[in-house]
């Protein structure tokens, strides 16, 4: 770790918190300027300071501690722009019925999120909806839900394994 003398050692917890009484009013108002949330940019602010914290020991910074701090804002801040990109994306094209479309408010709730759950699940073909139900929401492992309908457990895991990979691709399908 390469500082000069007049900054404090982030490596400790008082220095960290000197550091963060010094630059998380400067951080605050270089990420409230730019993203114009102030929630995004209190978050912002967090995020950079558990980065550096949690990341204390493998850090060099040399030169300007703001520079680096302000750096470190901007990539938090440009992380946040593309993942309300990539949800602007999930959201247009994900429907809560046929003529609804979710707005960005919506799916930051819980409904929202739910809802988007509810409509993949709603796109799995009935067996694998039955198998993935009693799996993660009755708690059946897959030996009884085999035992249970009948079927082998490799197919029981065929299912579950499709369904979290529909989940999977669903989700990420916007990025």
Request: proline fraction near 3%; charged fraction near 30%.
């Amino acid at each position: 770790m390469k500082l000069t003398s007049k900054y404090p050692d982030f490596k400790n917890p008082i220095g960290l918190k000197l550091i963060y009484e010094q630059y998380a009013p400067k951080l605050y108002n270089y990420a409230l300027r730019f993203s114009k949330d102030e929630q995004m940019a209190k978050e912002v602010v967090q995020e950079v300071f558990v980065t550096l914290w949690e990341k204390r020991d493998s850090i060099t910074i040399e030169g300007n501690l703001e520079a680096y701090l302000v750096k470190l804002a901007k990539f938090k801040l440009i992380d946040h722009h593309r993942k309300i990109k990539r949800l602007e994306k999930l959201y247009a094209s994900v429907k809560v019925n046929e003529s609804e479309a979710l707005t960005p408010e919506d799916h930051l709730s819980y409904e929202g999120t739910k809802a988007t759950i509810f409509n993949i699940f709603k796109g799995l073909p009935k067996k694998a909806q039955r198998i993935f139900l009693l799996s993660r929401k009755a708690g059946m492992t897959n030996k009884e839900i085999a035992t249970n309908l009948n079927i082998s457990e490799k197919t029981v895991e065929y299912h579950i394994k499709k369904s979290l990979k529909r989940f999977r691709d669903s989700i990420l399908s916007y990025e």
